[in-house]
């Protein structure tokens, strides 16, 4: 069955790193692909989608790219803040069942 | 912006009572669905529900669980007979159609002792 694999937390980082965090899925069809962020305390928030091979969806200075070839949706930001600490999920939407797939989160701690 | 909003954010339940957790998807969605995230692990989907019925449901969703949508604004997750590996949060999201972008709700944090 469908399936997402996301990289091991947590992921610690000073303020104004790069971050990636890994995303890959495993699919029959051709999915649409989201990041969903967990702030402490907080449900599930939509960070971004792509529905397509070669979008790329971006909110709030992160991106990610549809890689139809690599089966993969990296999750990325340039220079993140203390206010990015958060669990990061990776997620599919299969369309047969319309129900969402997600990863196993990842955490991530930005320290000031 | 509207938002799906679930009542209680807590609950805290004895094994075999039956608890009913509430959401309030957003006003003009269609699609609805819970999902649950036992502590540590992967949020799972359990069931999705269109048309005042079932559309999809995972293995996890036995006998025990049931859906409904009472009025023309509630959509509800019963337990009827509450385990001890049921305590998770119980995350209840909508969509504006099949196949669209689901939205969660703040969740509901189960737990049975």
């Known amino acids: 069955g469908d399936s997402v694999t996301q990289m091991e937390g947590p992921v610690t980082l000073s303020e104004e790193a790069c971050l990636t965090i890994n995303c890959t899925y495993t699919a029959t069809g051709y999915p649409s692909l989201f990041w969903y962020v967990q702030y402490p305390g907080e449900g599930l928030q939509l960070l971004l989608k792509a529905t397509k091979a070669d979008d790329k969806g971006s909110n709030k200075g992160f991106e990610a790219t549809y890689r139809k070839e690599t089966t993969s949706f990296h999750l990325e930001k340039g220079s993140v803040q203390v206010s990015d600490s958060a669990v990061y999920f990776c997620a599919l939407l299969d369309h047969n069942t319309d129900k969402l797939i997600f990863g196993t989160g990842t955490r991530l701690q930005v320290f000031p | 912006e509207p938002e799906v909003t679930q009542t209680p954010s807590h609950q805290v339940t004895q094994m075999g009572q039956e608890v009913i957790l509430r959401c309030v998807p957003i006003s003009n969605h269609l699609y609805f669905y819970w999902y649950r995230q036992i502590l540590g692990q992967k949020v799972e989907f359990l069931v999705s529900?269109?048309?005042?019925?079932?559309?999809?449901k995972s293995e996890i969703f036995d006998d025990q669980f049931s859906v409904e949508r009472p009025d023309g604004s509630n959509f509800t997750l019963k337990i009827r007979s509450t385990k001890l590996e049921d305590s998770a949060m119980y995350f209840c999201?909508?969509?504006?159609?099949?196949?669209?972008?689901?939205?969660f709700g703040p969740g509901t944090r189960l737990l049975v002792l």
């Open positions: 529900f269109y048309n005042n019925e079932i559309s999809e």
């Open positions: 999201a909508s969509s504006v159609g099949g196949e669209k972008t689901q939205y």
